[in-house]
T-cell receptor
Framework: ETGVTQSPTHLIKTRGQQVTLRCSSQSGHNTVSWYQQALGQGPQFIFQYYREEENGRGNFPPRFSGLQFPNYSSELNVNALELDDSALYLC????????????FGPGTRLTVL | GDSVTQMEGPVTLSEEACLTINCTYTATGYPSLFWYVQYPGEGLQLLLKATKADDKGSNKGFEATYRKETTSFHLEKGSVQVSDSAVYFCALVPSNTGKLIFGQGTTLQVKP
């Protein structure tokens, strides 16, 4: 059974640029959630996708957007990057019910200069 | 809104000492409660969970009991090891949602 994978591992961008982060969910999981973890803080919920539809969103501006594909993999897109977007971005997948245990990937470390 | 508060760290203990990391929560309804652990350079791993009042979650010698009357879910271990050094996050999932709400994390350092 393959776990949750994320790419890239690290990324450096400059202010104003756009970035796309990718996540492959664990086999058999149809729900993907994205979290932002600033240094020294707990992860903050960005949004969740269930069967290719957005299923809940946290307190993040519209320049944070996402997609889920038919194979349940997912992308997180961030436009007009700001310095405060520098963080570890975590993807988590879960099973048939959205409340199930969430399995996290290793994260993508984004640095905005 | 729903929230989780954890004791501030870092917590530094000697090997074989007892551990308690306090966690309290605010939530409407009946949330599920979780402890996640983040080892250096790794992603989050679920340590244990409890889905209703008075449930006790346990794993790898760690335990936590869902106390609705005190809105708490304190993490305990009777004898810590150096390998337990990590950041521990208390979290909840509100009723009828799938989003995790995390506390700020507590760093545990265990010295030999």
């Amino acid at each position: 059974e393959t776990g949750v994978t994320q790419s890239p591992t690290h990324l450096i961008k400059t202010r104003g640029q756009q970035v796309t982060l990718r996540c492959s969910s664990q086999s058999g999981h149809n729900t993907v959630s994205w979290y932002q973890q600033a240094l020294g803080q707990g992860p903050q919920f960005i949004f969740q996708y269930y069967r290719e539809e957005e299923n809940g969103r946290g307190n993040f501006p519209p320049r944070f957007s996402g997609l889920q594909f038919p194979n349940y993999s997912s992308e997180l897109n961030v436009n007009a990057l700001e310095l405060d977007d520098s963080a570890l971005y975590l993807c988590a997948s879960s099973g048939q019910e959205v409340y199930n245990e969430q399995f996290f990937g290793p994260g993508t470390r984004l640095t905005v200069l | 809104g729903d929230s989780v508060t954890q004791m501030e760290g870092p917590v530094t203990l000697s090997e074989e000492a007892c551990l308690t990391i306090n966690c309290t929560y605010t939530a409407t309804g009946y949330p599920s409660l979780f402890w996640y652990v983040q080892y250096p350079g790794e992603g989050l791993q679920l340590l244990l969970k409890a889905t209703k009042a008075d449930d006790k979650g346990s794993n790898k010698g760690f335990e936590a009991t869902y106390r609705k009357e005190t809105t708490s879910f304190h993490l305990e271990k009777g004898s810590v090891q150096v390998s337990d050094s990590a950041v521990y996050f208390c979290a909840l999932v509100p009723s009828n949602t799938g989003k995790l709400i995390f506390g700020q994390g507590t760093t545990l350092q265990v010295k030999p």
